[in-house]
Structure formats: C-alpha cells, structure tokens
C-alpha cells in the first residue's frame, strides 16, 4: 500500500459522527451499536503527527480482532455480528472501510486506562530513576532498565483527549472514579490478560514489555473489552532474540517513532513534525512483523 492508499480522517455519510480520537473515527449506528473506523494516523507522545502509515488501521483492526476472540473466555468483547456492509448503503465506501472497521456495541466506556507493565522501561524506568517506584509501587531497589519486574504491576491512567497527554494515577483513584468492585475486576482481568498474551507471544519470538486496556459497561453494568487489545499502538514488543537487560531493545512498535522524534527538536506538543519516508516505511514494516508473529501458529 502506498501513501496515496493511506486513509488520515474518515468521512461516512448518513451516519452522525461521535468523535475522533488519535486514530480511531466513531460514528453513531442506532441505540446498540457503533461503527468504528480505525484510520492510518499515527500518534506520539498523545499528539497526533501530520504523515499517515499506510496500512497501520488494517493491521491494528486485524491484532485486535484476533486478541479479542482469544480472550473471550475471560471477558465479553464490543465485537458483534454486524459488519460494515451492514451499516453502510454505498458498496464503495463500504469497501475502502471493511478491512479496518468494527460495527462494536454501543458501551460506556470507563474513564481509566488499564495499563500493565511487566518490565521497567518507558515512563516506568523514568519513574523508578527518580523514586526507586513505579507509579506509587516500591520496587527491589538495583533493578536495570528493560530489566523484568518480579511480578506484572497494574499502573492505571486516566483518559486524555486527543492532544492531551495521560497522567497515571493511584488504583486508589480509579476506587474513586469507578467503585473498589469495579476496579478489583479492572485490575484482575487486566493482568489476567497480559499473562496470557505474555505466554502466547513468547512462543512466537515477542516479549510484551508493557500494554493498555480500556473497558466499557453495558446497560446492565456489565464489564467488556472495548477499543483495541494488544496492539503495537498500545504495547511495547520487543523481539525475543534481540533483548539484553540493560539496553531499550528494538521494538516491533511505535518506539521506533518516538525514538526518532527523540533526536528532534521538538516539545511535544501539537503540532507535531512531519515524518521522513523511510521512517514512516519502517515503521508499517514492523507494525507487519508483529501482526505476522502474533498470529502465527505454532
């Protein structure tokens, strides 16, 4: 796919759109469902950069749907039997969107963001550096950076708008936002989740070092799986062969974006830089990798 093939912002007629997050368009089916069309955009550090991936809203589409049929026996999902084709009248349009669209159930999303770290890297050594903690958490003190922790930790963030950038928060705080219950089943079915992918991708030559989950509630207050599920935007992948304790491994996602807009002088903050061609080709190339090695049998 070439950049000409890239889709940056959706546009469905006859359809009321709802919102635009970094990468996602959402647009209003009826009272039960939603159409999510996840785009080609490409986000860094909560800002949203000017250069599309071509492909990448395909590729994301594909990661989630498989992580969402491999954890249905541990949480409901959004995903319903509806497809594009069902919701849009125009056979064109329908095509363009159908590889990285989700017609999903129309949920109440939590306002937190589930994030499990199970190795000391990112905003997590940082944190560790300063405080010998990760977000509140003490941790054994001569940890390294990419270095595994003892046990998976559970650093919750709220939600920030698009250009706003996430601030981790205390699960004391997400006692206050959602109720203790509530959050105890966050927290569980989080980690839950991550050990399981941790097992399944480690058989395929991939390390999760970290990921986020979002969750949303039915009428009835039940808990589901929404938006997307281990994806290289939403967790850090790290090829097995390649990881040294002491050094940020190569990744099979969006760090190697951040890396490059490292050595830029920028603030991180809108608007963000335009990206080179060949990053831009590396980084659909390692969003490929990671969906082939995932998906891999065994």
Not at 95 to 112: A, F, I, N, T
Not at 144 to 173: V, W, Y
Not at 199 to 209: K, Q, S, V, W
Request: glycine share 8%; proline share 7%.
């Amino acid at each position: 796919m070439n950049s000409a093939d890239a889709l940056f912002e959706s546009s469905v007629p006859g359809l009321p759109l709802l919102g635009r997050g970094k990468v996602r368009d959402i647009y209003g089916v009826d009272d039960d469902h939603l159409l999510i069309v996840t785009t080609d955009r490409l986000s860094a550090y909560d800002v949203i950069l000017p250069d599309p991936v071509p492909g990448k809203g395909e590729l994301l589409t594909r990661i989630s749907l498989y992580w969402f049929r491999k954890t249905s026996d541990i949480i409901d999902n959004q995903l319903t039997a509806l497809s594009v084709d069902d919701v849009i009248d125009d056979a064109a349009l329908a095509e363009r969107l159908r590889g990285r669209s989700l017609v999903v159930k129309r949920l109440k999303p939590l306002p937190v963001e589930a994030v499990v770290r199970g190795y000391l890297i990112g905003s997590g050594w940082r944190d560790y550096r300063e405080t010998g903690a990760v977000c509140g958490i003490d941790l054994p003190e001569g940890l390294k950076l990419a270095e595994r922790l003892p046990a998976p930790l559970f650093t919750p963030a709220s939600k920030a708008e698009a250009g706003a950038h996430d601030e981790n928060i205390s699960f004391a705080a997400v006692e206050d936002l959602i109720g203790s219950r509530l959050a105890e089943r966050v927290h569980d079915t989080s980690v839950e989740i991550y050990q399981r992918a941790v097992e399944h991708a480690a058989d395929r030559g991939i390390i999760i070092a970290d990921t986020k989950f979002e969750f949303g509630l039915d009428r009835e207050g039940r808990l589901h799986l929404i938006d997307e599920v281990l994806t290289p935007d939403s967790s850090r992948f790290w090829p097995t062969g390649s990881y040294a304790v002491g050094s940020s491994p190569p990744s099979f996602d969006k760090q190697f974006v951040r890396d490059y807009l490292d050595r830029l002088e920028w603030d991180h903050k809108p608007p963000g830089p335009h990206l080179p061609a060949d990053v831009i080709e590396q980084t659909a190339a390692k969003y490929r990798e990671a969906y082939r090695r995932l998906t891999a049998p065994l």
